[in-house]
Nanobody
């Protein structure tokens, strides 16, 4: 059982990146998938969630309107499209998956509700 996050890199302010989260050993389509980010010395911050229950997606206020999340169930992959990137988006981004009822509709955003984590991919927004 593994999650592999990729797609990070260096981008200028206003630019875009698409992060991928590929699952192996389990069917990602049955799981709620969350994206989190973390800056050194700070707590891991919830970014976005794709519900396993109703297909809805949710975003934290700082990224609302700029980020979108989508699934490709045939590829067992979830994507985080990040547009209009800002320097404050710089962080290591993690994808996570879980089956807990408390996150089935993305009701809870704490990292502890998720069972499986990717290794993180670094996003740097700088000119």
């Amino acid at each position: 059982v593994q999650l592999q996050a990729s797609g990070g890199g260096l981008v200028q302010p206003g630019g875009s990146l698409r992060l991928s989260c590929v699952a192996s050993g389990f069917t990602l389509g049955y799981h709620t998938v969350g994206w989190f980010r973390q800056v050194a010395g700070k707590e891991r911050e919830w970014v976005s969630c794709s519900s396993s229950s109703d297909g809805m997606t949710y975003f934290n206020d700082p990224v609302k309107g700029r980020f979108t999340i989508s699934r490709d169930n045939a590829e067992n992959t979830v994507f985080l499209q990040m547009d209009l990137l800002k320097p404050e988006d710089t962080a290591v981004y993690y994808c996570a998956a879980g089956l807990n009822e408390s996150i089935r509709r993305c009701q809870r955003t704490e990292p502890s509700w998720y069972d499986h984590w990717g290794q993180g991919t670094l996003v740097t927004v700088s000119s």
